[in-house]
């Protein structure tokens, strides 16, 4: 999903690729991104945070 945007796309096209409403994504998107020097970074799971 981070990917998907980080790549450009907006919150509806990547909604409409997962299968998932557009406000689910976007919560998402908000949840597990934070702002760093202008520009989205996502937070990856490691598998040691699992």
């Known amino acids: ?3 998907l ?3 450009g796309q907006s ?3 990547v909604a409409a ?3 998932r409403q557009p406000p689910v994504v ?3 998107l908000k949840r597990t991104t934070s702002a760093v ?3 989205c970074e996502a937070r990856l ?3 040691e945070d699992a």
């Open 17 to 19: 690729a997962l299968h």
């Open 11 to 13: 919150v509806r096209p």
């Open 5 to 7: 945007h980080s790549a």
């Open 37 to 39: 020097a202008g520009h």
């Open 45 to 47: 799971a490691r598998p």
């Open 1 to 3: 999903m981070a990917r």
């Open 26 to 28: 976007s919560r998402e």
